[in-house]
């Protein structure tokens, strides 16, 4: 069975730094899709960074990039000089790549950027 | 182009009552996912919708259900409601099945009394 692990229930890092939060997955299958989501306290999911089982390079959005680790099935997601609007619960989820939209959620870790 | 829309925001029902929700994708998308997140169990899928056809379905309880329309408008619908269905249901539409963007709406909250 598909699953994600954010073993990280929260993080802590200072305004300007960066920040990798971790995310593992498993499955079997050989295409699948990695995203990674942050949900501030409004609720809204934002999506943010997507990495294709078969890409060859890690997917890079502006100051997120995602350190895909193929072999160990990892996903970490790299935030570069945080900012205080960053502060909010980060989802990794996991999609099999065909035939469905239907996405497999972590537990999330809820980062907080100080000053 | 506009986000996704689900109205409403906010709802308060009680034990045994009945809710529709609805979600409007993004114009041009065609594939609509629903989501249910509570604290205890986090973000559970509950169905997704292409071309007005349930592809998929999650665990949930026969109470759920949902339809798309011909212009990819979803809504969902839980009956009997019960103290558990307390939750934000959240709303994603693609342009096609399997995509690599899956945009979110900004949620319905739902509170059972």
């Known amino acids: 069975a598909q699953k994600i692990t954010q073993t990280q229930p929260g993080m802590f890092v200072q305004e300007k730094e960066a920040v990798t939060l971790d995310c593992t997955y498993d499955t079997s299958d050989p295409s699948y899709g990695l995203f990674w989501y942050k949900q501030p306290s409004s609720g809204e999911m934002i999506f943010l960074i997507y990495?294709?089982?078969?890409?060859?390079q890690n997917a890079t959005e502006g100051r997120y990039s995602l350190n895909f680790q193929k072999a160990r099935k990892s996903a970490n997601l790299v935030i570069s000089a945080s900012q205080l609007g960053d502060s909010a619960m980060y989802f990794c989820?996991?999609?099999?790549?065909?035939?469905?939209?239907?996405?497999?959620f972590g537990t999330g870790t809820r980062l907080q950027v100080f000053p | 182009k506009a986000g996704v829309t689900q109205t409403p925001r906010y709802l308060i029902k009680t034990r045994g009552q009945q809710v529709t929700l609805s979600c409007s994708p993004i114009?041009?998308?065609?594939?609509v996912s629903w989501y249910q997140q509570t604290p205890g169990q986090g973000l559970q899928f509950l169905f997704e919708y292409f071309s007005e056809t349930q592809r998929n379905k999650g665990n949930f309880p026969g109470r759920f259900s949902g339809r798309q329309f011909s212009n990819s408008r979803s809504e969902m619908n839980v009956s009997t409601l019960e103290l558990g269905d307390s939750a934000l249901y959240l709303c994603?539409?693609?342009?096609?099945?399997?995509?690599?963007?899956?945009?979110f709406g900004p949620g319905t909250r739902l509170t059972v009394l």
């Open positions: 114009s041009g998308h065609r594939s």
């Open positions: 990495q294709g089982s078969y890409d060859q």
């Open positions: 989820a996991m999609m099999r790549e065909h035939n469905t939209d239907k996405l497999i």
């Open positions: 994603a539409s693609s342009p096609l099945e399997g995509a690599d963007t899956q945009y």
